[in-house]
């Protein structure tokens, strides 16, 4: 079976400290020897450095004691004694990573001397941000160092603002900074354009304006630091792999206690850094108290491993079978393309700004000006996959295991209707490897892990940068980069690496990510590539892109880090979020039919093991918590499921290998189910295979095809506010959707229809809306352009509509017309006339019942729209091509088709619609004069193409008479192409009859 992806010609191994016969001899014992474990020099070492608290409580208890707490000390030293014997990912010293090839045939030999493996010791990103931020506030030690002007800020005319916080301030400061910006920030700025000490910009300052106090522009300037407004160059520490090598560099003039004692820790650790693995306690310790006595930190010392290969080799067909395995995951994860919450935000951006021009970035996440981040939704992605239910029942039927063969493979690539293009340009697939023959015909297998796949091949590598050989290393970066070089090349498109200092100390430890080949955006940190302030965003009809001006490219952001973008800043997330675009993932197996059931039999395909078998516990299940009652109807469950011995147990990332026939293991799994409420136990090889270590692969895969993608013209529009002469009044009618029909209809329009009988009234449109809540966007336009009067009006009903109707609020606020959206500052007064065209139509076709669905009568109007204004044939394929999903609900069409293109034929002024629907014939015709001015007006230049404005008055009709609602807008669309397809070959006329 031919894969969407090619491997990577390199790979990495991850693999535990110990060798797999420490946990079968010993670990699975009844009589486990904790003293014996504890007194080894190499695994004492592994904990102290890996859970000191925990190393403190083992040297303070009895082995022989039941007390409560050497019972819970002696618990979590066995996690770990079982984690750094079964369990390959990277953690301290309790297991590593080694870089390997592909080759004919596998070959992987870990050395069993751990004296051979070699220690990585950086300072870890909880001290380390004690450290810079110390620096930072002591004006000694920036004094010489270079001001940075914070990239982030969102500059006003009289403010401010500054949104994020890095942990370098304050861990998750949510609160958004805003200070007055007055002449001496913005001279501060300004004098930035040019590298600057915080020594030299004092002199200026003073200079400038005449401030002869030096203490108080320190105090300004460490309040701006506070703040960080501006942060100093010394964050450039944070961007290398040795941060203290850097700072020691940068302060090798000083001669005091502190820095001194900076010198004293680095030494040391350079010192414990080339000791072998079990003798390096003394000096480990040494380190830890030297870096207490400058600042207390949760940890001091970060520690990665590389372990020490004979041969490191996988075999060119597991390679391939891994991609396969790749291909046939993605058939089968959700159709879902990109992020969801990122679909409602490119939906409002379509309905404020439209396609055709880009909106500066600061200005449109500001909340102040634009439209705010994205909201943060847990959305369910739901998947459903008659295939997969099928084989679940025949598995389940049968006591078997779900085996998809190659012809079903086939079969599934014949039947998926998302493209190849869709797919990640580059993943890691994460597995295990396995000698033996379990699976028929192998002689060795692989099972995915229960996290599949990374974002981007590279990823899982970026930490462990000094870990790995850096020949193989650059091999494997330039192959990643040539990937994407080629993507760029094809697509005029700039891939750039982004990084940023987290909000989170600890995640400083897996944020850095080595030296890049890309163009970079350091946020929080100095020396990018490129400005925010140059980046904007703008719309194709289908999702979001970035743009940078100086570059004159769509910008791609990517990252090497391993740092769940999830956990970032807003803006981090935004880029990431943008850039990923309409990509369809990698993901774990999971189907709606199936994920509610306790018990899901394995699936492979060939030697790959896609999802291992799988029991799911609830606390529920129990009745009892006392101990002997618990384990008593736990092995009735067993029993039950038929659940083996030996399992991992697993709750979200954690993983822990047990034996159920074992007490010490059963009391761990008991505290999880009652701790969590629920655990997986799913089946593990380790027992059933031949390897002498557990032996976890990522792989790096790539597209095979570089999409070329349309070719997108960047709109030469930048957004800004204009001013137009009519004076709007808008106000925000916060009703739920399921009740402003009944609003519009019982309400609105009494109030419409007596203020036009007053001549008040020159016009009134109004849009359904939903951001968090659904609301009615109601804007009455004064018969004298005054909206004072207007405004006490609606107040004198606002309390019978609150008191009445379901209206919950309401807000009067500030109207923007889409001037680019809908043609120019030209045309907007002739498209919000047509508004109020629209919206009468609107209101009639809510209000009144009709012989069809009402998507076919919107369908009907829509044709009615196009013909009048006279749309070519060219821009009518267009409007189809960017908005319809073809065959979108077409059995639901056919029935009506023949009809329905006998409803829209315009012969003799629509006749036959005349004749079938009166009503909705003479409502098109009301106030026909709008349509006659919009045709005059969509002839002249415009700044929008007429194909996209006319999408944009689409998709306005569907809103009006629908809501938010895109299921009926698709339909919508879907019953106007089947019309004009039909139209080709018949234009609607009755013969002959």
Not at 90 to 107: D, H, I, M, R
Not at 662 to 679: F, P, T, W
Not at 800 to 810: C, N
Not at 865 to 870: Q, T
Request: glycine fraction near 2%.
């Amino acid at each position: 079976m031919k894969s969407i992806f090619n491997t990577s010609s390199y790979y990495i191994i991850r693999a535990p400290l110990l060798p797999v016969s420490i946990y079968n001899t010993y670990l699975k014992n009844d009589e486990i020897d904790y003293s014996s474990f504890f007194q080894n020099k190499i695994i004492e070492e592994t904990i102290l450095t890996t859970t000191y608290h925990l190393y403190q409580s083992l040297t303070n208890i009895s082995f022989d004691s039941e007390k409560k707490k050497a019972r819970n000390a002696k618990e979590s030293f066995l996690k770990y004694l079982i984690r750094m014997s079964t369990r390959g990912t990277p953690y301290g010293l309790l297991s590593g990573v080694s870089l390997g090839q592909l080759a004919e045939k596998t070959n992987i030999q870990i050395q069993e001397d751990v004296n051979y493996y070699y220690k990585s010791v950086k300072i870890d990103g909880s001290w380390l941000s004690k450290l810079i931020h110390f620096l930072e506030s002591n004006y000694d030690y920036y004094q010489d160092s270079y001001v940075i002007w914070n990239e982030r800020n969102y500059i006003t005319d009289q403010r401010i603002y500054l949104d994020n916080q890095t942990c370098l301030i304050q861990e998750n400061n949510k609160e958004l900074v805003s200070i007055k910006n007055n002449d001496l920030l913005k001279f501060i700025k300004q004098s930035l354009q040019e590298d600057l000490t915080f020594k030299d910009l004092i002199k200026l300052i003073s200079e400038k304006f005449l401030i002869n106090d030096e203490q108080e522009i320190k105090s300004f300037i460490q309040n701006l630091l506070d703040k960080e407004i501006i942060f100093t160059s010394l964050r450039t520490a944070l961007k290398k792999e040795n941060p203290l090598d850097y700072l020691l560099c940068f302060y090798r003039d000083f001669d005091n206690d502190f820095i001194r004692s900076l010198q004293l820790i680095h030494f040391e650790m350079m010192k414990y850094q080339i000791m072998e693995i079990g003798k390096g306690k003394k000096t480990f310790l040494r380190i830890r108290e030297l870096m207490s006595h400058l600042f207390k930190a949760k940890e001091y010392i970060q520690i990665d491993t590389k372990i020490q290969t004979k041969n490191n080799y996988l075999s060119k067909k597991i390679a391939r079978n891994i991609s396969e395995a790749a291909y046939l995951l993605w058939l089968l994860s959700p159709d879902d393309l990109g992020i969801s919450t990122n679909h409602d935000f490119h939906y409002s951006f379509l309905e404020k700004y439209g396609l055709e021009q880009i909106v500066n970035l600061k200005e449109l996440l500001s909340d102040i000006n634009g439209m705010g981040y994205c909201t943060k939704e847990d959305k369910s992605i739901k998947n459903n996959r008659p295939f997969l239910k099928e084989k679940y029942y025949y598995a389940l039927s049968h006591n078997e295991e779900i085996e998809i063969t190659e012809n079903e493979f086939l079969d599934l690539e014949k039947k998926d209707t998302i493209p190849i293009e869709r797919a990640p340009l580059s993943s890691e697939i994460y597995s295990e490897f396995y000698y033996g023959n379990n699976i028929k015909g192998y002689d060795e297998f692989l099972v995915i892990s229960p996290i599949v796949s990374s974002f981007i091949a590279g990823a899982t590598m970026g930490r462990f940068s000094q870990e790995i050989d850096r020949d193989i290393r650059k091999q494997l970066d330039n192959e990643i980069y040539e990937q994407y070089i080629e993507y760029s090349n094809e697509n005029n498109t700039e891939v750039i690496h982004i990084n940023e200092i987290p909000k989170y100390a600890r995640n400083l430890n897996i944020n850095h990510s080595g030296t890049t080949k890309f163009k970079e955006l350091d946020l929080d940190m100095p020396c990018s590539s490129i400005t925010l302030d140059d980046l904007y965003v703008g719309s194709t009809f289908d999702k979001l892109y970035l743009f940078s001006k100086t570059l004159n490219s769509r910008i791609l952001f990517i990252t090497h880090s391993m740092l769940n973008y999830v956990l970032c800043s807003n803006l981090y997330r935004f880029l990431r979020e943008v850039s990923l675009g309409n990509t369809k993932f990698i993901q774990p197996i999971k189907d709606d039919g199936i994920e509610g059931f306790n018990y899901c039999p394995r699936i492979r395909y060939k030697n790959v093991i896609l999802k291992l078998a799988t029991w799911k516990l609830n606390k529920d299940m129990f009745s009892s918590s006392e101990k002997e009652n618990w384990i008593e109807q736990f092995h009735k469950i067993q029993q039950f499921y038929n659940i083996p011995n030996d399992v991992n147990m697993a709750f979200g990332d954690n993983r822990l290998t047990i034996n159920l026939s074992n007490d010490a293991h059963i009391s761990i799994l008991k505290k999880e189910i009652e701790k969590q409420g629920r655990v997986c136990l799913l089946e593990e090889f380790i027992s059933k295979s031949n390897n002498d270590r557990v032996i976890e692969i990522v792989t790096p895969i790539y597209r095979k095809a570089k999409s070329n993608e349309k070719s997108l013209m960047i709109p030469k529009n930048i957004y800004k506010r204009l001013e137009t002469k009519r004076e709007w009044l808008s106000i925000h009618l916060y009703i739920d959707e399921s009740y402003q029909n009944e609003f519009l209809i019982q309400y609105i329009l009494p109030c419409l229809r007596e203020l036009f009988d007053n001549n008040h009234l020159e016009s009134f449109f109004f849009i359904k809306y939903r951001e968090n809540d659904h609301f009615i966007k109601l804007r009455l336009l004064s018969k004298s352009n005054d909206s004072i009067h207007l405004y006490h009006e609606i107040m004198q009903l606002k309390q019978k509509w609150l008191k009445e109707s379901e209206l919950s609020t309401y807000a009067i606020v500030d109207y923007q017309p889409e001037i680019n959206r809908y043609g120019g500052i030209e045309t907007i007064e002739i498209i919000e006339d047509y508004f109020m065209y629209d919206s009468w139509l609107a209101i009639h076709i809510i209000d009144q019942t009709f012989n069809y669905p009402k998507e076919f009568i919107v369908a009907i109007t829509i044709i009615f729209l196009i013909n009048e204004l006279d749309i070519s044939q060219e821009e009518i394929d267009e409007i189809r091509h960017n908005n319809v999903e073809n065959l979108y609900r077409n059995n639901e069409i056919r029935e009506y088709k023949n009809e329905m293109v006998k409803l829209t034929n315009p012969r003799d002024n629509y006749c036959y619609l005349h004749e079938k629907l009166p009503k909705l014939h003479q409502i098109l015709y009301n106030n026909y004069k709008e349509i006659e001015k919009l045709k005059v007006a969509l002839s002249r230049g415009l700044s929008t193409p007429r194909a996209h404005i006319i999408g944009s008055l689409i998709h306005m009709r569907c809103n009006r008479v629908f809501g938010v609602n895109r299921d009926k807008e698709k339909f919508v669309l879907s019953i106007f192409n089947e019309i004009e397809k039909t139209k080709k070959y018949w234009c609607g006329d009755i013969i002959n009859e």
